[in-house]
């Protein structure tokens, strides 16, 4: 299974940009899927995860009230809302997906596969 992250670019302070991961197989349900980024220099950092059995989200304090994730309704698709972007947003964003509930959402080690990420740059 692979991950296709797509939506990011350039958007100025303030902005807001939409995040998409598609996986590459149809009915690619039953797992937990998140977010994380890696700006250059920095170690990985876990952003937002949602739950695949109640849809329920769980958030960083970095992103927490300005992004959202969630899933399409009739679609595999896992998207990341992201509203009022800060420059310190501006990192590569990845999506993984985890066949087995994490114990622990912000551990990468957890999730099984991975897209090979969308950059967001937001200018100051």
């Known amino acids: 299974v692979q991950l296709q992250a797509s939506g990011g670019g350039l958007v100025q302070a303030g902005g807001s940009l939409r995040l998409s991961c598609t996986p590459s197989?149809?009915?690619?349900?039953?797992?937990?899927m998140a977010w994380f980024r890696q700006a250059p220099g920095k170690e990985r950092e876990f952003v937002a995860h949602?739950?695949?059995?109640?849809?329920?989200?769980y958030y960083s304090n970095s992103v927490k009230g300005r992004f959202a994730i969630s899933r399409g309704n009739a679609s595999d698709v896992v998207y990341l809302q992201m509203n009022s972007l800060k420059p310190e947003d501006t990192a590569v964003y990845h999506c993984?997906?985890?066949?087995?509930?994490?114990?622990?959402?912000?551990?990468?080690?957890?999730?099984?596969?991975w897209g090979q990420g969308t950059q967001v740059t937001v200018s100051s």
């Open positions: 197989v149809h009915g690619f349900n039953g797992y937990d």
């Open positions: 993984a997906a985890a066949r087995f509930g994490p114990n622990n959402v912000i551990n990468a080690n957890e999730y099984d596969y």
């Open positions: 949602i739950d695949w059995s109640d849809g329920s989200g």
